[in-house]
Antibody
Framework: EVQLVESGGGLVQPGGSLRLSCAASGFTFSSYWMSWVRQAPGKGLEWVANIKQDGSEKYYVDSVKGRFTISRDNAKNSLYLQMNSLRAEDTAVYYC??????????????WGQGTLVTVSS | EIVMTQSPATLSVSPGERATLSCRASQSVSSNLAWYQQKPGQAPRLLIYGASTRATGIPARFSGSGSGTEFTLTISSLQSEDFAVYYCQQYNNWPPLWAFGQGTKVEIK
């Protein structure tokens, strides 16, 4: 059974940093592109970042470029999102998600339960 | 940047009736379009990909159509468990900067 479990969310002050983790199990993690998607309270879904199987390609939504870094550790079956210079508008539930197949041009089939990040003073 | 626009924002439908949701892309995304369902407090669930292929375990009352810039999700006979928010998402362009529509909430009439 595929499982994605996020952790690391919490309350952080504006300008602060946070590192989210996603523990993957039930599939060959190193064979799949992975993604982070977020959802602000009461709002819609926003794609945040994609990372290739070996970490050699990373793509970001403009609003987080230069502040967030997606990474992975295939030996630990883990995906990460390092978030720096956090702003109030980054407040959201952050979901880790796996693509349907081993390519990025595809839908997101598996999702974690999400972890809440609140940026507030 | 491809912008996805969904309509209507809210759809009021009685159980057993048909619901038709629309999604428009600002430029062609071919058939690289997915639909997701999200219920309160839950993660999104993949319903449709490739514009018209149902994901595993999705009931036949859900169907998708369209290509290029205009897409439709149809729920043929709404069940109580179908009242939720639905999002479309394109995965066509390169680099892979994906985009979701703003969502359509299907509520009980």
């Amino acid at each position: 059974e595929v499982q994605l479990v996020e952790s690391g969310g919490g309350l952080v002050q504006p300008g602060g940093s946070l590192r989210l983790s996603c523990a993957a199990s039930g599939f060959t993690f190193s064979s799949y592109w992975m993604s982070w998607v977020r959802q602000a309270p009461g709002k819609g879904l926003e794609w945040v970042a994609n990372i290739k199987q070996d970490g050699s390609e990373k793509y970001y939504v403009d609003s987080v470029k230069g502040r967030f870094t997606i990474s992975r550790d295939n030996a630990k079956n883990s995906l990460y999102l390092q978030m720096n210079s956090l702003r109030a508008e980054d407040t959201a539930v952050y979901y880790c998600a796996r693509f349907h197949r081993g390519m990025v041009r595809g839908p997101l089939l598996y999702w974690g339960q999400g972890t809440l990040v609140t940026v507030s003073s | 940047e491809i912008v996805m626009t969904q309509s209507p924002a809210t759809l009021s439908v009685s159980p057993g009736e048909r619901a038709t949701l629309s999604c428009r892309a600002s430029q062609s995304v071919s058939s690289n379009l997915a639909w997701y369902q999200q219920k309160p407090g839950q993660a999104p669930r993949l319903l449709i990909y490739g514009a018209s292929t149902r994901a595993t375990g999705i009931p036949a009352r859900f169907s998708g159509s369209g290509s290029g810039t205009e897409f439709t999700l149809t729920i043929s006979s709404l069940q109580s468990e179908d009242f939720a928010v639905y999002y479309c998402q394109q995965y066509n362009n390169w680099p892979p900067l994906w985009a979701f529509g703003q969502g359509t909430k299907v509520e009980i009439k």
